[in-house]
Every structure is written in C-alpha cells, then in structure tokens.
C-alpha cells in the first residue's frame, strides 16, 4: 500500500502543467526616473493555461507521456498489487528515441503580394538541393516528412523529396508561418496582440501534437523531417528545451537549415544542431 500511495502522490505532482517553466513571468529591466530598473511582467497567453511556480526546473511530464500519467490510480474499482501496477507502468514506457530534423524552407519571393505567388528564387532552388543532399547523405532511414502546407514550404519538400525517395510526405495546416508568442524584449514593429492570439494558439498545438516522446509502442528509433518556417522552429526549440519561449526571436535561422532535436525515452531533449547550414557554400547561404 505504501508503494501505491507514494506512486499516487508522484502522479499528483506530475499531472501539473509545464506552462510553468515556460510561462511564468519574465522580469525585464524598464527604465525608471532614479536610472533603476524596475521590473515588466510578461503575462502568459490565455491559451497556455494556469502557470505554476518553479522557472528553471525541468518539467519531466512536459508531453504528458509520463508513465505514471497514462496510468489512472483514481478508479474506485481498480486496486491493482505493486507487481501489477510495475506492469502496467512498464507498459506505458516509451522504449525508442525520437530524431526530429526541422527545416527551415529556402528563400522565396517575399515581394509577392499573394501567399500562392511567394515561390522559391533560383537560390532558394540551389539551397533546398543542398538540404536534401545533405539529408541524404547521413544515411538514415526517414520515417516521413511533415511539412507546412504555405507555397513556399510546399516547393521546398518537393525538392528535398527527390533526394529521399520513398518517404511519405504529409501537409498541415498546423506548422504554417505566425506570430508565437509576443517576444522578449519587445519588439516595437511586431505584431498586435489579436495575431499573437490566433497564431500562438495553432502553433502550440503544432508543437503538442508534433513534439514528444515515442509511443510506447514504437520499438526502433524513428527519423523524421519537419518542413515549415523560422519562427515555428525557434518557438518550437525554445518549448522543447523549456527555455522562456518569449525568447524565440532572440534566435536566428538561415534558409534551408536543419535544426536536430532529439527527444529520449525518458522525456529528456537535447539540441543536437540549430540552423545548420555548414553544408552551403557561403555564397548560397541567406535568411529572407
């Protein structure tokens, strides 16, 4: 019973939110009349939830894949011994490592007026040529490639693809270009709130849906490509590492780059590269 309770009060501490870490408010130095600095409060956008105290902590139920919190201990007619509960807990446990490779898609037409008619320059070309060999050249067997369904991030995938032939490509919705998260410091020609509002919202669910920890059913590790933009690859870093996410325009990222995280079995992530263009000659290198 003792082994029970301690597990139960485990879950209770684990069902809490990462928004916590990513969340909390972010003190920032505003000038005052003495020349001191008094701090800004960064409130967290409605969307992220109820944040909890405990900047700086790593949050090891951040996917809510947690064994203890895919097992439910609460059910009034479930009273399983030790020996089963260490079954069933062992079966909610991931056992493959998940390779994340986010592409940032080549340069393009910014000029154009419409969405459709924003393609890729002739350089923009030559860097997803570039991407895709690079890609092909590691000599990993890629599970699927998921990319952003703007003309742009389309027109990138299709290039890359030829140089990994056989891999699926799927398209959503979800990982097209937006405004995260108000960023920190502040930007003056950023956007309104109303767009980090409706954009923020998408894009966290990109990152929820798209970002954590294998099944536990998967048994090999997997390698998969995400095709989409700059500021949903730094948004999507800076959540993974529960970093401050209002810090994701503090990063920078070149076309075509690759960015590799890699999410363990445990919960844990590491930043294996960012932004990687190491493989470009400096002529075709770019960030438009």
Known sequence: MAFRQALQLAACGLAGGSAAVLFSAVAVGKPRAGGDAEPRVVEPPAWAGAARPGPGVWDPNWD??????????RKR??????????????????????????????????DASLEKDRTLTPLGREQAELTGLRLASLGLKFNKIVHSSMTRAVETT???????????????????????????????????EAVYYEDGARIEAAFRNYIHRADAKQQEDSYEIFICHANVIRYIVCRALQF????????????????HLVVRPDGRVALRALGDTGFMPPDKISRS
């Open 244 to 259: 401050p996410p209002e810090g994701w325009l503090r990063l920078s990222l070149n076309n075509g780059s690759i960015t």
């Open 77 to 110: 007619n479930l009273e399983p011994g030790e020996e089963e509960l260490t079954s069933r807990l062992d079966h909610c446990k991931a056992k493959a490592t998940r390779h994340i490779f986010l592409i940032r898609h080549s340069q393009y037409h910014v």
């Open 64 to 73: 809510r894949r947690e064994p203890l919190s895919l097992v439910n201990l």
């Open 158 to 192: 299709d290039i890359i693809s030829k140089h990994l032939p056989g891999v699926c490509k799927v398209s959503t919705d979800l990982l097209r270009e937006g405004a995260p998260i108000e960023p920190d410091p502040p930007v003056s020609h950023w956007k309104p």
